[in-house]
């Protein structure tokens, strides 16, 4: 068991979600804004703060933690010792649960019952007074923490940085979110957060996507095992968005189908496989969004394709009255349904043509992106989650 050896696979641990790489590709000049508002911190231990937005996977968050490795190695290297704690707030998304995260950076045991937010950061500001080290906090996807209103963690941290001033280390903070927060924020933190202080991350072009993967499988794969053609692909699938997280993760998945294949390297075909298992993970929040009702006639949709390009709505509508009966839902009558599938059409998951066929007008539905085996697995795991046991 288990003594089979990878034969295209050097080094799993590359493709994970929280590698930090060794070299950023295109970030120059986000890391020269970095280095430029924070000087003020790595050279005389003064307070700083940054805003990064920008779109999905353009690198704001291994930007974010690659700036504060090199930054905590200057300023080690200077007698100025520095931590970094980064605290995702889609994990994390109230100020009592940041607060335990900040307490926790000093307190691994730090109970996360019976103490109030208070109380916890009473609990940090002494042990940051105490520790003589400067911290830069992270707080990443911040809008998703602002959204619910909580703005009050974020004026008590640079209300923090004022108050340890004089002591030879101090608290900076850097905020990270896909879309601009400074309307979020409450008059007190604005005014520590200009508008100077943002970098913004554009989306990364073709060529930029072709040198991430490409340096990336270097090190994930072995030699040889992937060729040009499937490299170059990557970076085509990916350009669309500009996102290297896709690009990374579509090179994760081909390399795991290329593992299970005879061909001994990843070509294009691996690629468009994983491609199809990608594009419904991308998507995988709008599909989980829709209701119980929609999911049943999405599934529907997805049982009844098949292998065809495209079906009739009454097919799907047939499907869709099986499928109700499976999971103990009452079908809901044709006009219902057709309002249904006109909402599934806006999450990209099906599109809907008008044809004038012989007995009249027919609407036909067609899957663009997913394979049809691969949606309805999707859409009854899903539904397992919905209505767990529902399904006969
Ligand atoms: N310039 C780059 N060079 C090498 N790898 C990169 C670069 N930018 C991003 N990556 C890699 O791409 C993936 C996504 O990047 P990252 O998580 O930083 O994106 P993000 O902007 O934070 O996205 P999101 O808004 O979804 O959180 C990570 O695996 C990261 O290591
Ligand atoms: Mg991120």
Request: with cysteine.
């Given at each position: 068991?288990?003594?089979?050896?990878?034969?295209?696979?050097?080094?799993?641990?590359?493709?994970?979600?929280?590698?930090?790489?060794?070299?950023?590709?295109?970030?120059?000049?986000?890391?020269a804004s970095l280095e430029l508002l924070f000087r003020p911190f790595a050279e005389y231990t003064r307070s700083c703060t940054a805003?990064?937005?920008?779109?999905?996977?353009?690198?704001?968050?291994?930007?974010?933690?690659?700036f504060?490795?090199?930054m905590?190695?200057y300023c080690?290297?200077h007698?100025r010792?520095l931590?970094?704690?980064?605290?995702?707030?889609?994990?994390?998304?109230?100020?009592?649960?940041?607060?335990?995260?900040?307490?926790?950076?000093?307190?691994?045991?730090?109970?996360?019952?019976?103490?109030?937010?208070?109380?916890?950061?009473?609990?940090?500001?002494?042990?940051?007074?105490?520790?003589?080290?400067s911290?830069v906090?992270?707080?990443?996807?911040?809008?998703?923490?602002?959204?619910?209103?909580?703005?009050?963690?974020?004026?008590?941290?640079t209300?923090?940085s004022e108050?340890i001033r004089d002591?030879g280390h101090t608290v900076s903070l850097i905020?990270?979110?896909?879309?601009?927060?400074?309307?979020?924020?409450?008059?007190?933190?604005?005014?520590t957060f200009r508008?100077s202080n943002?970098?913004?991350?554009?989306?990364?072009?073709?060529?930029?996507?072709?040198?991430?993967?490409?340096?990336?499988?270097?090190?994930?794969?072995?030699?040889?095992?992937?060729?040009?053609?499937?490299?170059?692909?990557?970076?085509?699938?990916?350009?669309?968005?500009?996102?290297?997280?896709?690009?990374?993760?579509?090179?994760?998945?081909?390399?795991?189908?290329?593992?299970?294949?005879?061909?001994?390297?990843?070509?294009?075909?691996?690629?468009?496989?994983?491609?199809?298992?990608?594009?419904?993970?991308?998507?995988?929040?709008?599909?989980?969004?829709?209701?119980?009702?929609?999911?049943?006639?999405?599934?529907?949709?997805?049982?009844?394709?098949?292998?065809?390009?495209?079906?009739?709505?009454?097919?799907?509508?047939?499907?869709?009255?099986?499928?109700?009966?499976?999971?103990?839902?009452?079908?809901?009558?044709?006009?219902?349904?057709?309002?249904?599938?006109?909402?599934?059409?806006?999450?990209?998951?099906?599109?809907?043509?008008?044809?004038?066929?012989?007995?009249?007008?027919?609407?036909?539905?067609?899957?663009?992106?997913?394979?049809?085996?691969?949606?309805?697995?999707?859409?009854?795991?899903?539904?397992?989650?919905?209505?767990?046991?529902?399904?006969?």
């Amino acid at each position: 068991m288990f003594e089979k050896v990878s034969s295209i696979i050097r080094d799993p641990s590359v493709l994970d979600y929280d590698y930090v790489p060794d070299y950023l590709v295109g970030r120059d000049s986000q890391m020269a804004s970095l280095e430029l508002l924070f000087r003020p911190f790595a050279e005389y231990t003064r307070s700083c703060t940054a805003m990064l937005t920008g779109p999905v996977g353009t690198g704001k968050t291994a930007t974010a933690r690659f700036f504060c490795a090199r930054m905590a190695e200057y300023c080690t290297s200077h007698g100025r010792p520095l931590d970094t704690l980064l605290v995702n707030c889609r994990n994390r998304n109230s100020d009592a649960a940041v607060t335990l995260a900040m307490a926790r950076h000093f307190d691994k045991g730090f109970p996360d019952r019976g103490f109030s937010s208070d109380e916890m950061f009473r609990s940090f500001r002494n042990r940051m007074r105490e520790s003589g080290r400067s911290l830069v906090i992270i707080l990443d996807e911040v809008d998703v923490l602002l959204k619910r209103g909580s703005v009050d963690i974020i004026y008590q941290i640079t209300r923090l940085s004022e108050e340890i001033r004089d002591r030879g280390h101090t608290v900076s903070l850097i905020m990270i979110s896909q879309e601009s927060v400074v309307d979020m924020l409450d008059e007190a933190s604005l005014s520590t957060f200009r508008r100077s202080n943002s970098v913004v991350f554009e989306r990364y072009t073709h060529d930029e996507l072709r040198e991430i993967v490409g340096r990336r499988a270097e090190l994930a794969i072995l030699p040889g095992c992937i060729s040009d053609d499937a490299l170059d692909m990557i970076a085509d699938n990916s350009e669309e968005y500009g996102d290297a997280r896709m690009a990374i993760e579509l090179l994760d998945r081909a390399s795991n189908i290329a593992e299970g294949d005879t061909a001994g390297e990843i070509n294009p075909e691996h690629v468009r496989s994983a491609r199809a298992m990608v594009y419904s993970a991308v998507s995988e929040s709008k599909l989980a969004a829709l209701d119980i009702n929609r999911k049943i006639v999405l599934l529907a949709v997805a049982r009844a394709m098949k292998t065809n390009r495209a079906i009739p709505s009454s097919v799907a509508e047939k499907t869709y009255a099986v499928v109700c009966e499976e999971y103990g839902v009452p079908a809901r009558k044709h006009t219902q349904f057709w309002l249904y599938v006109q909402d599934i059409e806006k999450t990209g998951a099906i599109r809907t043509l008008v044809k004038n066929g012989q007995n009249g007008r027919i609407t036909m539905i067609s899957l663009p992106d997913i394979p049809s085996k691969v949606l309805a697995a999707k859409m009854e795991d899903l539904l397992e989650k919905a209505i767990p046991g529902g399904a006969a």
